[in-house]
């Protein structure tokens, strides 16, 4: 089925650094939603985004919706231990406006302390 | 405010059984939706129901069916198990108006294993 193209597969960081991960699509995308899943659990949503250009951020976390529709990005600011766990973007596809969520590869994040 | 719920946690099964999966949706919310997560295929949409009706659906083939109740409990239903059938499977609610975008929030998942 379509897919997002989210990048990078996978870091690996010291904590406290900065993180940052995107995800880019050949279809223009409604609605950016950025979620969490760590082990044994469900994906959680960090942040929604609504609106070409949109910056929202949710503590250390920042994403911006892309004024293109095609991309967004997350941002996370001085990494800690539990920031590990897997990042899915996920969209919702303006051209088949069909309600259909459609999620990134995921980003698997590990900090180091 | 409770989450959503699904049940149960862990199922084994063996090729050519069925099984159903149940999701409880956070209160008030109308939609529910289902996706298969896999290591090699990762999250992949099945099918989204919204007052008792199926609303949109994914490529899966005929084996995989859901209903919807009048309380917005949803249920899954997967005949004729295969081994490609082993993965995780979530169950995510909105509240399924104001047109397209409404974030889902997920449960928990059901791992299912068919040996």
């Known amino acids: 089925g379509q897919q997002l193209n989210q990048s990078p597969q996978s870091m690996f960081i010291q904590e406290g650094e900065d993180v940052s991960m995107n995800c880019t699509s050949s279809s223009i995308f409604n609605t950016w939603l950025w979620y969490k899943q760590d082990p044994g659990e469900g994906p959680v949503l960090l942040i929604a985004?609504?609106?070409?250009?949109e910056l929202t951020s949710n503590g250390r976390l920042t994403a911006q919706f892309g004024i293109t529709r095609k991309d967004s990005f997350l941002n996370i600011s001085a990494s800690i231990p539990s920031d590990v766990g897997i990042y899915f973007c996920?969209?919702?596809?303006?051209?088949?406006?069909?309600?259909?969520?459609?999620f990134g590869q995921g980003t698997t994040l590990q900090v180091k302390p | 405010k409770a989450g959503v719920t699904q049940t149960p946690r862990y199922l084994i099964k063996t090729r050519g059984q069925q099984v159903t999966l149940s999701c409880s949706p956070i209160s008030g919310h109308r939609s529910v939706s289902w996706y298969q997560q896999t290591p090699g295929q990762g999250l992949q949409f099945l099918f989204e129901?919204?007052?008792?009706?199926?609303?949109n659906k994914g490529n899966f083939p005929g084996r995989f069916s859901g209903r919807q109740f009048s309380n917005s409990r949803s249920e899954m239903n997967v005949s004729t198990l295969e081994l490609g059938d082993s993965a995780l499977y979530l169950c995510a609610s909105s509240l399924g108006t104001g047109g397209v975008g409404q974030p889902q929030h997920f449960g928990d998942g059901t791992r299912l294993s068919i040996l």
């Open positions: 129901y919204f007052s008792e009706t199926q609303r």
């Open positions: 996920a969209g919702f596809d303006g051209s088949s406006n069909t309600g259909k969520l459609i």
């Open positions: 985004l609504y609106k070409a250009g």
